[in-house]
């Protein structure tokens, strides 16, 4: 599955620049539903589509690996 660290990528964000980012604040930036930001966030292993990773990635200025990452899920 596919985990989304937008949590940890706004707190990283937050620290760097000293000041509080909210989720409204990267929707209004990044022209993302905040409900999509939220549903990334809390929903395991939701999809989304690649334009949105883009928009987050420039965003934080990071690569696809800092945003995101894989998580094996035990079939059991």
Request: charged content about 30%; hydrophobic content about 35%.
């Amino acid at each position: 599955m596919i985990r989304f660290r937008l949590n940890e990528m706004i707190s990283e964000k937050s620290f760097q620049e000293g000041r509080r980012i909210t989720i409204g604040e990267v929707a209004k930036e990044t022209g993302i539903n905040r409900m999509t930001l939220s549903k990334m966030i809390n929903h395991k292993g939701y999809s989304t589509v690649t334009d949105n990773l883009d928009k987050l990635c420039a965003y934080f200025q990071c690569g696809l690996d800092e945003l995101a990452e894989y998580v094996h899920e035990d079939e059991g």
